[in-house]
């Protein structure tokens, strides 16, 4: 083990030399209120998105920043909309109120666009980013639509249904992440489209017995359907011959999506092609994961440990090389 971490370390470090893991991302910022906003979007990161935080940990400082801000930013969307649906189960706020906190969430938001000051450290942060960054309003936005769909949908039809909804939730994600990356034609945000997609398939796979508990079910209903599986199965969790059936289909599905994408990652700025990559490789892995567990997503969360994804930093370093040259 002790010789692979030598030999790992020794194909990435000078790679390694040139990035910021061996120096502060948030001290070189100069103003304090800012400095401590970064850093809370940051630690936001790091604790909900640890495979993304690794990866971006490749990114020039400034583009860090970036990420860390966005990526705070939809959690802070995201935790307003789950904020509500506790409350709403438990009584506690009727639909009229929802809408009401959402529309002054809206208001912040839009007052940060405007250049007002606001006292969220995640909208200080981003109100930042903003200055050097175009991130068309729309985007947080639609993301906002996206998360508020949890609040009256459980059940999806088709799979049409499912790729709007990830459209928002996570492509979406993608698009904003695509203006601090950097681009080189207009063709790449296509390819963040997909990598949106296949991402949150993924998500839907490994969280299946989360969701479940919740009473949500993001598989098809149409294809339960098609392998003859029913709600009941799933609640069951019966793992027969056909329920795998059911999730091998999902899991190709996101593969092909998965390998669509990787063709926009050399038109991306060259300082963003291995942490894209890095991420792109590292999630669709979980796909893996979740075959070695026998497709058991009931009692198993699938996930790769810390080790897991940096002795992968070799092969996709060298992969992005060779895609560069």
């Known amino acids: 083990m002790t010789d692979l971490f030598r030999i790992s370390y020794s194909l990435i470090k000078p790679f390694y030399q040139r990035t910021s893991f061996h120096r502060s991302v948030i001290d070189e910022v100069g103003d304090e209120r800012l400095k401590e906003a970064y850093a809370e979007c940051r630690e936001i990161t790091r604790f909900h998105a640890k495979t993304f935080y690794i990866a971006t940990r490749f990114l020039p400082n400034y583009k860090q920043r970036g990420i860390f801000a966005i990526y705070a930013l939809c959690r802070y969307l995201d935790d307003l909309v789950d904020e509500a649906e506790d409350l709403m189960d438990k009584q506690a706020l009727d639909r009229q109120d929802i809408e009401y906190r959402l529309d002054l969430s809206k208001q912040k938001l839009k007052d940060t666009y405007d250049g007002f000051s606001q006292d969220n450290a995640i909208l200080i942060a981003f109100s930042d980013v903003l200055k050097r960054f175009h991130i ?68 839907i796979l490994r969280d299946v017995g989360e969701d479940l508990r919740k009473n949500r079910i993001y598989l098809p209903k149409d294809d339960l359907a098609k392998f003859s599986v029913s709600e009941q199965d799933l609640f069951d969790h019966k793992l027969t011959e056909n329920v795998k059936a059911l999730l091998d289909y999902q899991i190709q599905r996101a593969r092909r999506y998965y390998k669509r994408s990787e063709k926009g990652i050399t038109l991306l700025s060259k300082d963003s092609r291995l942490p894209v990559y890095l991420a792109l490789q590292n999630y669709s892995r979980i796909l893996d994961k979740i075959e070695q567990n026998n497709y058991n997503v009931f009692d198993f969360r699938a996930y790769l440990n810390a080790t897991e994804k940096l002795f992968i930093l070799p092969q996709v370093y060298y992969q992005t090389r060779i895609a560069s040259s």
């Not at 639509?145 to 459980?154: A, H």
């Not at 088709?158 to 207009?186: C, H, N, P």
Request: aromatic residues 14%; contains cysteine; hydrophobic residues 40%.
């Open 136 to 203: 068309p309003i729309e985007m947080p936005f639609e993301l906002m639509e996206g998360v508020c769909i949890d609040l009256y949908k459980n059940r999806y039809q088709t799979f049409e249904e499912i790729y709007d909804y990830s459209f928002k939730v996570a492509s979406i994600v993608g698009l904003m992440t695509s203006q601090v990356f950097g681009y080189e034609s207009r063709e790449a945000l296509g390819y963040a489209v997909d990598l949106g997609i296949a991402m949150q398939l993924t998500n």
